[in-house]
């Protein structure tokens, strides 16, 4: 597990360690340029075999002064370096106008235009070193375009992919706002005054000229740790994250040891920082609770309810899930006209059933049934009758509501908010988010002009306190909020990327993880962050070509990996 940080987290850690005493600002600055050029070299050997051509783009913050570290380091192995400079010397900070001297004293400084970015050989490597954590709005197109201009030059009468050419962002893309993942935009145009011919002329202007900015990148260099805006972005190539000394953690408060502070965002990578021992990795809960136990109802007993014949199979994907991931019973609530069906495709689950909202309460006073999971192929009728049933209670069970179950609510999201209780967990995908919480959506899809913009962490800890339960918001970076403010990112990005998890059914399995897990006794938001996790590791470890039926299968390989 990681801690991600904000840019002002980011900031404040930087400040604690210059104000102890411990290092100066020019010092990192070093350190960071020196960590740009090594990871560069581990990430392309190729490079590190002989001297090549680089551009270095350099902006008129710190960003700019790590660039001009990394140019003379570079020029020191014998490359040939080009540095291109948006900004004016005079006002760059104490640091980066150091960095810049020295390195004025050994090179050439050409301003950061259209024109000289396409002037020349193109280069092995260009080094976005234009804006980093401090970017506040969308970096001005003239850079965007001279980016652009950088890869399009001329390679001679080879064919250009022939050619090598990569590209390292120092500590993120620029025009990345670090916070949100989001690539800042221009301001819109307003429709003050114009006709809509106008109008609709600089709309598709503004469209074009948006678009422009978002700056492609292979590799990113981190500094110290990712940013949350590394983890929510998908556009940072290949991560690697640099230390620059900034190890003393408790320097600032958002370091604090577990129990999580509220405000922190926790990253499901479970890699351990080094010399430190586990801190907080959900799978300990889950070690814990295989070490307990003889009896399969000491493994509590999942209910899964299902829908109308033909629309089985997603509760089943659950329950089969719910089953592997160890829940000691699951048993199916089935419609009669469907219980045929079902019977012929599951063994070691049980079938109750359950037709109306009574039959539910009554197969309810069975109190060894501790975890629900409503939603799957349930059908949005059923889904609203049952819903204040399993909600509703002296002690309201742990309870997964997903698909249907949400959907059932769009339009009266209050209602669903009203009878949830603190230890639901909603799972949405974006669709269902945006019906339940539809302003909160609209703020998040809002084209972002200005950082700190808001966040898919922002969004989901929302939605968590309005609807006082844990909420995991799918997509390839999955974020889980407690309505406490507690929130984590599972990504299934850069070195963990599974697109193939995009399958049918595949949410559907997730639902049954986390209701096998809660019925193992494990917390809500525990259980959505280590489902969510060993989701992707089935994912991973199976490779593509996997269909939903494949994921609770593939749990038990991932488990022995995981020596447990
Ligand atoms: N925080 C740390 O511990 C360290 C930070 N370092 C570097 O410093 C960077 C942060 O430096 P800064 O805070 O100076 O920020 P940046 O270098 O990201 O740039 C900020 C500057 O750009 C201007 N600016 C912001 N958005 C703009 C826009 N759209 N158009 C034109 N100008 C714009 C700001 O007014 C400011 O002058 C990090 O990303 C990293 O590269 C490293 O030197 C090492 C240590
Ligand atoms: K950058």
């Not at 299902?306 to 199916?332: D, N």
Request: hydrophobic share 45%.
């Amino acid at each position: 597990m990681t801690e991600l940080l904000t840019a002002a987290q980011m900031r404040a850690i930087e400040q604690a360690a210059i104000e102890s005493g411990e290092v100066t600002g020019l010092e990192l600055m070093e350190r960071a340029g020196r960590g740009v050029v090594e990871a560069v070299f581990e990430e392309w050997p190729d490079l590190a075999k002989a001297p090549h051509r680089a551009v270095v783009l350099c902006g008129p913050g710190n960003n700019g002064g790590d660039g001009f570290v990394v140019a003379r380091r570079l020029r020191d192995k014998g490359w040939t370096v080009e540095v291109l400079f948006f900004g004016e010397a005079d006002k760059l900070s104490p640091d980066a106008r150091k960095t810049r001297d020295v390195w004025a004293e050994m090179g050439d400084i050409r301003p950061l235009t259209v024109e000289e970015a396409a002037t020349g050989k193109r280069p092995a490597l260009l080094i976005d070193a234009m804006f980093g954590t401090g970017l506040s709005r969308a970096i001005p197109l003239e850079l965007a375009n001279a980016h652009h201009a950088v890869r399009k030059r001329d390679v001679g009468d080879s064919h250009p992919w022939l050619v090598p050419f990569h590209i390292a962002a120092v500590d993120c893309p620029s025009g990345l706002d670090c916070d949100s993942g989001h690539f800042l935009m221009p301001e819109r145009p307003t429709e003050t005054g114009d006709d809509d011919r106008n109008f609709e002329r600089s709309w598709a202007w503004w469209q074009d000229d948006a678009s422009r900015r978002l700056l492609r990148t292979d590799l990113t260099i981190v500094f110290h740790r990712k940013k949350i805006g590394h983890v929510l972005s998908e556009s940072c190539g290949a991560i690697r994250v640099v230390d620059i000394g900034l190890g003393a953690e408790d320097l600032h408060p958002a370091h604090l040891k577990a129990p999580r502070m509220p405000d922190q965002v926790i990253e499901l990578d479970f890699e351990l920082p080094k010399g430190r021992s586990s801190r907080i990795w959900p799978g300990r809960d889950l070690d814990k609770r295989f070490g307990l136990g003889r009896h399969k109802y000491d493994h509590g007993h999942a209910l899964i309810l299902s829908g109308p014949p033909g629309q089985t199979g997603a509760a089943r994907l659950a329950a089969r899930g719910a089953l592997r991931i160890g829940a000691g019973l699951v048993t199916l609530g089935v419609l009669s006209a469907a219980q045929q069906e079902v019977a012929s495709q599951i063994t070691a689950i049980m079938l109750k059933q359950v037709k109306d909202a009574e039959a539910l309460a009554n197969v309810l006073q069975d109190d060894r049934l501790n975890a629900l999971c409503l939603g799957p192929g349930l059908g949005v009728e059923r889904a609203r009758e049952f819903v204040p049933v399993v909600c509703g209670g002296v002690e309201p069970r742990p309870t997964v509501l997903d698909a249907d179950a949400l959907t059932a609510f769009e339009g009266a999201p209050e209602t669903l908010f009203h009878i949830l209780h603190n230890t639901c967990v909603l799972t949405p995908h974006a669709g269902e988010f945006a019906r339940l919480f539809p302003d909160i959506a609209e703020k998040l899809n809002a084209p972002a002009t200005k950082g700190p913009a808001y966040s898919k962490v922002d969004a989901t800890r929302e939605a968590a306190a309005r609807a006082g339960c844990v909420v995991l918001f799918k997509g390839p970076e999955t974020v889980i909020a407690a309505p406490d403010g507690r929130c984590s990112i599972n990504s299934a990005q850069y070195d963990r990327a599974a697109p193939w998890l995009a399958t049918a059914g595949s949410g559907d399995v997730l639902a049954g993880f986390i209701t096998g897990l809660l019925a193992r006794g494990i917390d809500p938001m525990s259980a959505a962050e280590t489902a969510a996790w060993l989701h992707v590791e089935c994912a991973l470890s199976f490779g593509p070509g996997l269909i939903a039926e494949d994921l609770p299968e593939e749990l038990p390989k991932v488990f022995r990996n995981l020596g447990l």
